[in-house]
Protein backbone atom coordinates (compact mmCIF):
# COMPACT_ATOMS: atom_id res chain seq x y z
CA UNK A 1 0.00 0.00 0.00
CA UNK A 2 1.46 3.14 -1.06
CA UNK A 3 0.48 6.77 -0.11
CA UNK A 4 2.18 9.96 -0.56
CA UNK A 5 2.02 13.40 1.42
CA UNK A 6 2.48 16.44 -0.05
CA UNK A 7 2.18 19.37 3.10
CA UNK A 8 3.99 22.49 4.08
CA UNK A 9 4.05 20.67 7.55
CA UNK A 10 6.31 17.63 7.18
CA UNK A 11 7.15 17.13 10.46
CA UNK A 12 3.48 16.45 11.64
CA UNK A 13 3.15 13.74 9.31
CA UNK A 14 6.36 11.86 10.03
CA UNK A 15 6.72 12.27 13.48
CA UNK A 16 2.94 10.30 13.74
CA UNK A 17 4.57 7.80 11.24
CA UNK A 18 7.14 6.84 13.36
CA UNK A 19 4.92 5.58 15.92
CA UNK A 20 3.09 2.94 17.17
CA UNK A 21 1.19 0.47 14.95
CA UNK A 22 1.93 2.52 11.77
CA UNK A 23 5.59 2.44 12.51
CA UNK A 24 5.53 -0.98 12.56
CA UNK A 25 4.10 -1.60 9.70
CA UNK A 26 5.99 0.68 7.47
CA UNK A 27 9.21 -1.53 9.01
CA UNK A 28 7.72 -4.72 8.10
CA UNK A 29 6.82 -2.89 4.09
CA UNK A 30 3.34 -3.56 4.57
CA UNK A 31 2.76 0.03 4.10
CA UNK A 32 4.95 2.82 2.21
CA UNK A 33 4.58 6.51 3.08
CA UNK A 34 6.65 9.56 1.15
CA UNK A 35 6.44 12.89 2.63
CA UNK A 36 7.20 16.01 0.48
CA UNK A 37 7.63 19.55 1.47
CA UNK A 38 5.77 21.51 -0.99
CA UNK A 39 8.10 24.11 -0.44
CA UNK A 40 11.06 22.48 -2.16
CA UNK A 41 9.52 22.65 -5.10
CA UNK A 42 8.48 26.78 -5.08
CA UNK A 43 9.66 28.09 -7.92
CA UNK A 44 11.41 31.62 -6.84
CA UNK A 45 14.09 31.91 -4.66
CA UNK A 46 11.99 33.02 -1.35
CA UNK A 47 10.52 29.52 -1.81
CA UNK A 48 6.64 31.12 -1.61
CA UNK A 49 4.16 28.30 -1.19
CA UNK A 50 1.11 31.16 -0.74
CA UNK A 51 -0.27 34.41 -2.15
CA UNK A 52 -3.52 36.59 -1.74
CA UNK A 53 -6.35 35.77 -3.01
CA UNK A 54 -7.52 37.27 -6.37
CA UNK A 55 -10.60 39.47 -6.03
CA UNK A 56 -9.87 40.45 -2.46
CA UNK A 57 -10.44 38.66 0.81
CA UNK A 58 -9.30 37.28 3.96
CA UNK A 59 -6.16 34.96 4.43
CA UNK A 60 -3.76 33.16 1.57
CA UNK A 61 -3.83 30.87 -0.84
CA UNK A 62 -1.58 27.98 -1.69
CA UNK A 63 -0.28 28.75 -5.21
CA UNK A 64 -0.98 26.21 -7.88
CA UNK A 65 2.97 25.92 -9.20
CA UNK A 66 4.39 24.05 -6.52
CA UNK A 67 1.76 21.28 -7.00
CA UNK A 68 2.55 20.84 -10.90
CA UNK A 69 5.86 21.09 -9.84
CA UNK A 70 5.85 18.06 -7.69
CA UNK A 71 3.29 16.39 -9.80
CA UNK A 72 5.17 16.65 -13.14
CA UNK A 73 8.38 15.56 -11.63
CA UNK A 74 7.15 12.90 -9.40
CA UNK A 75 4.04 11.67 -10.77
CA UNK A 76 4.04 12.05 -14.35
CA UNK A 77 2.49 9.08 -15.22
CA UNK A 78 -2.12 9.75 -14.80
CA UNK A 79 -2.68 5.93 -14.50
CA UNK A 80 -0.52 5.07 -11.72
CA UNK A 81 -1.59 7.71 -9.47
CA UNK A 82 -4.55 8.94 -7.38
CA UNK A 83 -4.51 12.57 -6.29
CA UNK A 84 -6.81 12.80 -2.78
CA UNK A 85 -7.21 17.02 -2.37
CA UNK A 86 -8.27 17.01 1.30
CA UNK A 87 -10.61 19.76 2.24
CA UNK A 88 -14.06 21.23 3.85
CA UNK A 89 -15.83 20.54 0.63
CA UNK A 90 -14.63 17.40 -0.16
CA UNK A 91 -17.58 14.29 0.34
CA UNK A 92 -16.91 12.65 3.93
CA UNK A 93 -14.85 10.31 4.48
CA UNK A 94 -16.46 6.86 6.24
CA UNK A 95 -15.36 3.29 6.87
CA UNK A 96 -16.55 2.65 3.03
CA UNK A 97 -14.16 5.18 1.44
CA UNK A 98 -11.21 3.41 3.95
CA UNK A 99 -12.04 0.24 2.60
CA UNK A 100 -12.45 1.26 -1.58
CA UNK A 101 -9.18 3.62 -0.59
CA UNK A 102 -7.50 0.00 0.40
CA UNK A 103 -8.18 -1.95 -2.62
CA UNK A 104 -6.53 1.12 -4.75
CA UNK A 105 -4.01 -0.26 -7.08
CA UNK A 106 -2.37 3.27 -7.85
CA UNK A 107 -0.46 5.20 -5.55
CA UNK A 108 -2.78 7.45 -3.30
CA UNK A 109 -1.33 10.80 -3.11
CA UNK A 110 -2.65 13.52 -0.48
CA UNK A 111 -2.77 16.88 -0.57
CA UNK A 112 -3.02 18.62 2.45
CA UNK A 113 -4.28 22.41 2.12
CA UNK A 114 -3.20 25.53 4.74
CA UNK A 115 -4.63 28.64 5.08
CA UNK A 116 -7.78 29.55 3.29
CA UNK A 117 -7.34 27.19 0.41
CA UNK A 118 -5.68 25.61 -2.48
CA UNK A 119 -5.90 27.46 -6.03
CA UNK A 120 -8.81 25.96 -7.80
CA UNK A 121 -6.74 24.56 -11.07
CA UNK A 122 -4.66 22.20 -8.29
CA UNK A 123 -8.20 20.78 -7.66
CA UNK A 124 -9.36 21.18 -11.13
CA UNK A 125 -6.70 19.81 -13.18
CA UNK A 126 -4.55 17.60 -10.46
CA UNK A 127 -7.21 15.97 -8.32
CA UNK A 128 -9.36 12.68 -8.55
CA UNK A 129 -10.95 13.03 -5.68
CA UNK A 130 -11.69 15.95 -2.65
CA UNK A 131 -12.15 14.21 0.96
CA UNK A 132 -13.07 16.37 3.78
CA UNK A 133 -12.84 14.09 7.60
CA UNK A 134 -15.59 15.45 8.89
CA UNK A 135 -18.53 18.49 9.83
CA UNK A 136 -15.77 21.14 11.65
CA UNK A 137 -12.99 23.11 10.50
CA UNK A 138 -9.54 22.23 11.09
CA UNK A 139 -6.37 24.50 10.50
CA UNK A 140 -5.45 22.57 7.63
CA UNK A 141 -5.29 18.87 5.51
CA UNK A 142 -2.27 17.15 7.58
CA UNK A 143 -4.95 15.65 10.60
CA UNK A 144 -7.29 14.61 8.20
CA UNK A 145 -4.11 12.29 5.61
CA UNK A 146 -2.97 11.04 8.40
CA UNK A 147 -6.94 9.80 9.52
CA UNK A 148 -7.00 8.61 6.17
CA UNK A 149 -3.35 6.81 6.17
CA UNK A 150 -4.35 4.92 9.72
CA UNK A 151 -8.27 4.10 9.04
CA UNK A 152 -6.91 2.24 5.35
CA UNK A 153 -3.25 1.18 6.59
CA UNK A 154 -5.28 -0.74 9.53
CA UNK A 155 -7.09 -2.58 6.75
CA UNK A 156 -3.69 -4.08 5.20
CA UNK A 157 -3.76 -7.89 5.95
CA UNK A 158 -0.69 -8.05 8.61
CA UNK A 159 -0.85 -4.66 9.85
CA UNK A 160 -2.73 -5.38 12.92
CA UNK A 161 -1.33 -8.15 13.46
CA UNK A 162 -2.68 -11.97 13.40
CA UNK A 163 -4.86 -11.59 16.86
CA UNK A 164 -7.48 -8.59 15.46
CA UNK A 165 -9.42 -8.40 12.36
CA UNK A 166 -11.10 -5.38 10.73
CA UNK A 167 -14.06 -7.25 9.68
CA UNK A 168 -14.77 -7.50 13.86
CA UNK A 169 -15.09 -3.36 13.84
CA UNK A 170 -18.39 -1.70 14.80
CA UNK A 171 -18.74 -0.05 11.51
CA UNK A 172 -17.13 -2.69 9.22
CA UNK A 173 -20.44 -4.87 11.37
CA UNK A 174 -22.74 -2.29 11.43
CA UNK A 175 -23.27 -2.29 14.93
CA UNK A 176 -21.39 -0.29 17.54
CA UNK A 177 -19.28 -2.29 20.13
CA UNK A 178 -20.14 -3.93 23.39
CA UNK A 179 -18.81 -3.34 26.71
CA UNK A 180 -15.21 -4.58 27.50
CA UNK A 181 -13.75 -5.25 31.00
CA UNK A 182 -10.31 -6.52 32.43
CA UNK A 183 -9.00 -7.14 35.48
CA UNK A 184 -9.73 -6.45 38.63
CA UNK A 185 -13.16 -7.99 38.47
CA UNK A 186 -14.02 -5.63 41.47
CA UNK A 187 -12.76 -1.90 41.19
CA UNK A 188 -13.80 0.53 43.78
CA UNK A 189 -16.98 -1.31 44.21
CA UNK A 190 -17.59 -1.41 40.78
CA UNK A 191 -17.56 -4.89 39.70
CA UNK A 192 -17.60 -7.12 36.23
CA UNK A 193 -20.70 -8.44 34.90
CA UNK A 194 -21.24 -11.95 35.41
CA UNK A 195 -21.89 -13.31 32.73
CA UNK A 196 -18.64 -12.39 31.94
CA UNK A 197 -17.37 -14.53 34.03
CA UNK A 198 -19.05 -17.70 33.82
CA UNK A 199 -17.33 -19.15 31.40
CA UNK A 200 -20.41 -20.21 28.80
CA UNK A 201 -19.11 -18.91 25.62
CA UNK A 202 -22.64 -19.18 23.63
CA UNK A 203 -23.91 -17.11 26.87
CA UNK A 204 -21.30 -14.07 26.50
CA UNK A 205 -21.90 -14.13 22.81
CA UNK A 206 -25.50 -13.96 23.54
CA UNK A 207 -24.30 -10.87 26.01
CA UNK A 208 -22.54 -8.66 23.87
CA UNK A 209 -24.20 -9.10 20.64
CA UNK A 210 -27.81 -7.59 22.82
CA UNK A 211 -25.45 -4.76 24.52
CA UNK A 212 -23.88 -4.03 21.34
CA UNK A 213 -27.76 -4.13 19.59
CA UNK A 214 -28.79 -2.11 23.23
CA UNK A 215 -26.18 0.79 22.39
CA UNK A 216 -26.53 1.09 18.80
CA UNK A 217 -30.21 1.73 19.01
CA UNK A 218 -29.72 3.93 21.93
CA UNK A 219 -26.86 6.40 20.89
CA UNK A 220 -27.21 5.25 16.85
CA UNK A 221 -30.26 4.55 15.79
CA UNK A 222 -29.60 5.35 12.06
CA UNK A 223 -27.27 2.31 11.95
CA UNK A 224 -29.39 -0.06 12.56
CA UNK A 225 -31.76 1.25 9.47
CA UNK A 226 -28.67 -0.02 7.16
CA UNK A 227 -27.97 -3.29 9.14
CA UNK A 228 -29.75 -6.53 7.87
CA UNK A 229 -30.65 -8.37 11.31
CA UNK A 230 -30.63 -11.97 10.93
CA UNK A 231 -33.46 -13.28 13.28
CA UNK A 232 -31.61 -14.07 15.94
CA UNK A 233 -30.92 -10.23 16.55
CA UNK A 234 -34.21 -9.27 15.64
CA UNK A 235 -35.42 -11.59 18.47
CA UNK A 236 -32.78 -9.70 20.99
CA UNK A 237 -33.45 -6.84 19.77
CA UNK A 238 -37.72 -6.92 20.30
CA UNK A 239 -36.39 -8.17 23.95
CA UNK A 240 -34.74 -5.04 24.27
CA UNK A 241 -37.51 -3.08 23.20
CA UNK A 242 -39.71 -4.65 25.82
CA UNK A 243 -37.22 -3.57 28.71
CA UNK A 244 -37.48 0.05 27.29
CA UNK A 245 -39.79 1.90 29.42
C1 LIG B 1 -14.39 30.25 5.63
C2 LIG B 1 -14.32 29.00 4.86
N1 LIG B 1 -13.52 27.94 5.52
C3 LIG B 1 -14.04 26.65 5.01
C4 LIG B 1 -14.87 25.96 6.00
C5 LIG B 1 -12.12 28.12 5.21
C6 LIG B 1 -11.25 27.01 5.59
C7 LIG B 1 -11.18 26.55 6.89
C8 LIG B 1 -10.30 25.53 7.23
C9 LIG B 1 -10.44 26.41 4.64
C10 LIG B 1 -9.57 25.39 4.98
C11 LIG B 1 -9.50 24.97 6.28
C12 LIG B 1 -8.54 23.90 6.65
N2 LIG B 1 -9.17 22.58 6.65
C13 LIG B 1 -8.77 21.61 5.84
O1 LIG B 1 -7.86 21.82 5.06
C14 LIG B 1 -9.47 20.34 5.86
C15 LIG B 1 -10.55 19.86 6.65
C16 LIG B 1 -11.33 20.46 7.68
O2 LIG B 1 -11.15 21.62 8.10
N3 LIG B 1 -12.33 19.71 8.23
C17 LIG B 1 -12.59 18.44 7.86
N4 LIG B 1 -11.91 17.86 6.90
C18 LIG B 1 -10.90 18.56 6.32
S1 LIG B 1 -9.92 17.98 5.10
C19 LIG B 1 -9.06 19.35 4.98
Given amino acids: MKFSVVTIFPEIITTYLGTSILKRAIS ?14 ASDKHNTVDDYPYGGGAGMVLKPEPFFALVDRIWPDATKRR ?19 AKEQ ?7 GRYEAIDERVKEYLADDEFSVGNYVLTGGELPALVIIDAVA ?11 SPEADSFSCGLLDYPHYTRPENFRGMSVPPVL ?12 KMESLRRTLEKRPELLENYSLSSEEKKLLDEIKEELP
Fill in 197 to 208: LCGNHSKILRWR
Fill in 154 to 164: RLVPGVLGDSR
Fill in 106 to 112: RETVLFC
Fill in 28 to 41: RDLINVDVYNLRDY
Fill in 83 to 101: IVLLSPQGRVFNQETALEL
